[in-house]
Nanobody
Framework: QVQVVESGGGSVQPGGSLRLSCAASGNIFSIDIMGWYRQAPGKQRELVAHIRSGGSTTYADSVKGRFTISRDNAKNTVYLQMNSLKPEDTAAYYC???????????????WGQGTQVTVSS
């Protein structure tokens, strides 16, 4: 059994900040990539950022310079620090962890339930 649980969403004014957290737990042997996607109403889900086990990162152009992804491998946790938030950042944010379960041999993506971020005046 694997669980991926997000927290930290909320409502902020433009220019504000939020920090999202996502923890994976259960019978996990190893985690490769952890990342964040978002989906606004009527739009496709898009990559926000991801981070590999060695620490290398990738960001969507729309969030470069404003968002920072990090992870704590000992806690199986990934974070997304969001600064200078804009109304267009409003979306449901989803965490994903690509991992091997104990005794398994296949890398599999596990998704969180999503957390809402709303940026408005």
């Amino acid at each position: 059994q694997v669980q991926v649980v997000e927290s930290g969403g909320g409502s902020v004014q433009p220019g504000g900040s939020l920090r999202l957290s996502c923890a994976a737990s259960g019978n996990i042997f190893s985690i490769d990539i952890m990342g964040w996607y978002r989906q606004a109403p009527g739009k496709q889900r898009e990559l926000v950022a991801h981070i590999r086990s060695g620490g290398s990162t990738t960001y969507a152009d729309s969030v470069k310079g404003r968002f920072t992804i990090s992870r704590d491998n000992a806690k199986n946790t990934v974070y997304l620090q969001m600064n200078s938030l804009k109304p267009e950042d409003t979306a449901a944010y989803y965490c994903v962890a690509r991992l091997l379960v104990e005794g398994g041999n296949t890398w599999t993506n596990y998704w969180g339930q999503g957390t809402q971020v709303t940026v408005s005046s």
